[in-house]
């Protein structure tokens, strides 16, 4: 087929849009011609890229900032305050309870309430000061009516609690109640069966003794004997505490 004049050529790729290059160093030849696309308008902007490490990564400030700032389970709808946990960040005992209450999630702190003063007394007959010992809970926010956490709130959530153990890593886990021992040892024995002995958290294997909910001793105080050898099970691995 005959080539193309290169003067016609050229105005049906200008029609087209299409920009045409030409190699002007040859002079006397056909020019070449190279086809591009014609550049697109202004090149869109680069997405801005939300740079969020890992909850594996983060320091204590870091931790509870993401926890405060957390809408990954639908808990965060109707809650005032995140509960992040509280206490010394070198204690030797971690006391991990269920969720907050109405009276925690107005505090922003756990175990405020009636149980939170049991858990005081507890703490106390265990030698040391509540301040003295690091608090948290399963779950962040506050189940409305106070119901117990859904699985998945529980799973939403313990990464969190996770980064807290290996932060704080504690000498001894403090389970207290159905909630925290089942999730915490992925077990579905009541309290009741799990109670009495100690086991181990994690991979590293950090003691843990299950006791019941102060919240179920005010409820049942005749339990509160067995809670009290719980106590000393746990004060067999170590004393409360920092140091
Ligand atoms: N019950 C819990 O398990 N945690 C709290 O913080 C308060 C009550």
């Known amino acids: 087929m005959e080539a193309m004049p290169a003067d016609k050529r050229r ?4 029609t087209m849009g299409i920009q045409l290059w030409e190699r002007r160093e040859l002079p006397g030849r056909e020019q070449d011609v190279q086809l591009t696309e014609p550049p697109a308008t202004a090149p869109a902007p680069a997405p801005a890229v939300k740079v969020t490490s890992t909850i594996s990564a983060l320091d204590w400030k870091e931790l509870e900032n993401r926890v405060a700032s957390c809408t990954q389970c639908g ?3 109707k809650r005032n305050r995140t ?16 969720a907050p209450g109405a009276d925690e999630d107005r505090a922003g702190e756990p175990f405020v309430g009636r149980a939170g003063k049991l858990l005081n007394a507890m703490i106390r007959a265990a030698g040391c000061k509540r301040e003295e010992v690091f608090i948290a809970n399963i779950v962040k926010c506050r189940p ?11 799973a939403h959530c313990s990464a969190y609690l996770k980064r807290q ?13 159905r909630v925290a021992a089942q999730s915490l040892l992925h077990s579905d024995l009541p309290v009741g069966r799990l109670r009495g ?16 909910h102060p919240a179920y001793l005010l409820r049942s105080p005749e339990q509160k004997r067995k809670a009290w050898s719980d106590l ?3 004060l067999g691995v170590c004393a409360p505490g920092s140091g």
């Open 11 to 14: 105005q049906y790729l200008a």
């Open 197 to 212: 002995r100690i086991h181990h958290y994690g991979e590293a294997g950090i003691p843990l003794v299950v006791t019941y």
């Open 75 to 77: 808990l965060h709808a």
């Open 83 to 98: 509960v992040f946990g509280t206490g010394d960040k070198s204690a030797r005992w971690m006391v991990i309870g269920e």
């Open 232 to 234: 000393q099970l746990a």
């Open 144 to 154: 409305p009516g106070n119901r117990d956490p859904a699985e998945e709130e529980i």
């Open 165 to 177: 153990i290996d932060l704080l890593q504690p000498m001894l886990i403090l389970a207290a109640g």
